[in-house]
């Protein structure tokens, strides 16, 4: 593993690697303490950096039509279709008019900044690579097995199907999570009707399938970085459950790759949640949905953290046993895949982390 070696020159990559973490300060911890150069280990290689970019100056009119955005209160048949046409594509389009109330997403990212920005004795005791824990704070859940670490840190929330007692959240989220977990399960579960349907099912078929039955957010906090040309905020990767809905503030950093190995920005917008189709659901609609690359670049910002909240929607992986594979008799055409558990699938994206591809190990030859 790329996290064991130790090069020609005495430099041992573990050892780094175990005294950073060791810290339970995260990447916030090495801003704090002045760093003017970031630490080797989140050193990228100049090809996971580079890329043909498309930036948010384009055109609002040419950004819409790679990253549409769709009003869920429009006409049904109108929606399907643009869901239908981006998740077939891109993979990503945002959402406005879903019901989620404007000050429950403002609380809610407040809240991730004032965790990460308040005492660092909170983050300490809730720093942990255990996944059983439904609230845990931690930098880089593969900094172990990655080629090299990211600019920021995390703290993950188990909200369903089980979500922690109130006790155990942090102070600073604790009387915001739930009510937005609850409020963006919604939105899924909307969202997934509308793909249903774009497959030509019951509106209720995914829904059924467990798709949403399980929601873990990934909060996430990129701050500042001294030499963010050589590292990244997260790097690129598919994700490997069902369906993510992305909140964001209003700092860009988001890219998405599209067809011809080109990069795009993917400004926020006001008022909006961005949904991106997952590997499962790649997987089950036969690549007939797309999970589609993207990375966030490192902050460029000199005094202002960036921060966003990912909702990963899964199947209940605690009690599942169920088989997922393409759905029939739907003209998807002769399965590509073959099925896999939600939670062997999840193993292998663990296992890998986000260098690896989960979907490429269970596609047929």
């Known amino acids: 593993m790329s996290g064991t070696t130790v090069d020609s020159d005495g430099y041992d990559r573990r050892r780094e690697l175990q005294a950073f973490d060791d810290t339970k300060a995260g990447v916030k911890g090495l801003v704090d303490a002045g760093v003017t150069a970031i630490p080797t280990i989140f050193r990228h290689p100049p090809e996971a950096l580079e890329g043909v970019i498309i930036t948010s100056s384009t055109s609002e009119e040419d950004m819409a039509a790679i990253i549409p955005t769709v009003n869920l209160s429009s006409r049904r048949e109108e ?10 594509t891109v993979g990503f389009f945002q959402v406005v008019d879903h019901g989620v109330p404007a000050d429950l997403m403002a609380g809610m990212l407040a809240g991730v900044r004032g965790f990460n920005e308040g005492p660092a004795e909170a983050k300490r ?3 942990s690579r255990d996944q059983a824990r439904k609230a845990r704070f931690n930098s880089n859940f593969d900094l172990f097995t990655s080629a090299a670490a990211n600019w920021r840190d995390t703290l993950f929330l188990n909200l369903a199907p089980v979500p922690p007692p ?8 604790r009387d915001v999570a739930a009510e937005y977990g609850e409020a963006v399960t919604e939105v899924a579960l909307r969202v997934l009707e509308l793909l249903s349907e774009s497959l030509g099912l019951r509106g209720d078929h995914l829904r059924e399938m467990g798709c949403a039955q399980s929601l873990n957010a990934a909060c996430q906090y990129y701050p500042p970085c001294p030499e963010p ?38 400004p926020p917008v006001p008022g909006a949640l961005l949904i991106n189709v997952g590997d499962l659901l790649q997987l089950v609609s036969n690549d007939q949905l797309r999970s589609v690359e993207h990375r966030v670049v490192a902050n460029k910002s000199k005094d202002t953290a960036r921060v966003s909240v990912a909702s990963f929607f899964n199947t209940d992986m605690r009690r599942s046993t169920r088989l997922y594979g393409p759905i029939t008799g739907t003209g998807t055409g002769t399965p590509i ?29």
Request: hydrophobic share 45%.
């Open 125 to 127: 005791a809730l720093y």
């Open 229 to 266: 040309h050589l590292t990244l905020g997260t790097r690129s990767h598919t994700d490997p459950g069902f369906l993510t809905v992305l909140l964001q503030d209003g700092m860009a950093g988001l890219q998405v790759l599209v067809g011809g190995g080109t990069w795009v920005d993917v």
């Open 79 to 88: 929606a399907v279709a643009q869901v239908r046409r981006a998740a077939g």
């Open 337 to 365: 895949y073959r099925s896999v558990t939600a939670r062997d699938f999840i193993a292998t994206f663990i296992s890998a982390g986000l260098d690896g591809r989960p979907l490429d190990h269970y596609r047929l030859e």
């Open 166 to 173: 109130p006790e155990e959240l942090p102070e600073a989220v």
